[in-house]
């Protein structure tokens, strides 16, 4: 045993490379799990500074100032928070109040055609098993008031929170833009001389990573707008609400599809019932989903890593775990670094038996 654990160490581990990465990986991830709610807002500032960093790159290649084109691109995001804070969430807030104060009125409906049911179905259905099923809906949505409670008593450290995610992460994002290089350089110095291999596989995840975020980004934004719309066409109430749904959906791959069908449905139901607005709303609902899986995700990631729909999901389930809504978000380009490595990793050949 103690031999074939030997192999396995110079196999894998005798590059001295392969060793500062794996440690490097190690406090990397080590660091994020242990440091990652205190550090949150620099983690935000980061992902939105190299979020932007392609666009003032691609402002410098036109001979403009490089403190200039961070300007011009801090003014860009400043303007679209603004936006969103002033504009957008607003009116998702007056249209989930709305929702909240309709759900006993939805409820008594649904309970009345539930009621129903043994009537129609008496061989399929029983009074007990409607009756079991609605007194669960009501001890959910008990449970559900109550944790609706305590979240707004406790709302101010939250708001207190947010307030300092919006002095500090902007304040971020502009030294991030605008220090990127004197950033690098010192972080690159504390790194070995050679660094082969952790220069390729740096190398490959910048590309991969960048192209995936700009990418995500642009399908939530497209996907949210188109939705609502759509949604605001057909006169479907809490279009706004919905189609932020729908955005946030795209970050998780497969799942969130399917489980923000459930909401727009029942929301679909309740306005119209089973009548033909109910199935054109379905129907342009599907067509924006087929849409944005086979025309919208190849056109931004055509030169994303291909991964396994398995491997995808597992990523999402482990670290969405690990680090909640940022861990789904980042569990497709995590899932591509542990590919990459993988396959830079360097090996030595086992010797032949006998030799």
Not at 27 to 53: D, H, I, K, N, R
Not at 137 to 154: D, H, I, K, P, T
Not at 196 to 220: C, D
Request: include cysteine.
């Amino acid at each position: 045993m103690i031999k074939v654990l030997r192999d396995w160490l110079h196999r894998y581990f005798s590059d001295e490379q392969a060793v500062v990465l794996a440690v490097l990986l190690i406090l990397g991830f080590a660091g994020v799990l242990t440091l990652g709610g205190m550090m949150a807002p620099v983690l935000t500032g980061l992902v939105l500074a190299f979020l932007m960093q392609g666009l003032v790159t691609a402002l410098v290649r036109l001979r403009l100032p490089k403190i200039l084109a961070v300007w011009l691109v801090f003014a860009l995001f400043m303007g679209l928070l603004g936006l969103f804070l002033l504009v957008l969430m607003p009116l998702v807030w007056q249209q989930l109040s709305n929702l909240f104060n309709e759900l006993p009125r939805m409820l008594g409906e649904w309970q009345a055609l539930f009621l129903l049911l043994p009537e129609r179905y008496p061989n399929l259905i029983s009074d007990a098993q409607v009756l079991d099923l609605i007194e669960s809906v009501r001890g959910e949505l008990g449970r559900f008031g109550q944790w609706a409670l305590s979240f707004s008593l406790s709302s101010l450290p939250v708001l207190a929170s947010a307030m300092i995610y919006l002095v500090l992460v902007p304040i971020l994002v502009f030294f991030f833009l605008k220090d990127s290089q004197l950033i690098g350089a010192w972080f690159r110095g504390y790194l070995p001389r050679e660094r082969t291999l952790i220069t390729q596989v740096a190398q490959e995840m910048n590309q991969q990573i960048a192209n995936y975020i700009r990418g995500k980004f642009i399908e939530i934004i497209i996907c949210g707008v188109v939705t609502y719309i759509a949604f605001a066409a057909l006169g479907l109430n809490y279009a706004a609400l919905l189609a932020l749904l729908v955005g946030v959906s795209v970050v998780v791959p497969y799942i969130g599809a399917v489980v923000v069908t459930l909401p727009v449905a029942l929301i679909g139901m309740f306005q119209w019932g089973w009548g033909d607005q109910f199935i054109y709303l379905m129907v342009v609902y599907g067509v924006i989903q087929a849409l944005d899986g086979n025309v919208l995700v190849p056109l931004l990631f055509s030169e994303a890593v291909n991964l396994h729909p398995v491997a995808i999901i597992c990523a999402v389930l482990l670290f969405g775990g690990l680090w909640g809504f940022w861990g789904v978000f980042f569990a497709i380009p995590l899932a591509t670094l542990f590919k990459a490595v993988l396959s830079a990793w360097p090996r030595r050949e086992a010797q032949a038996l006998g030799q």
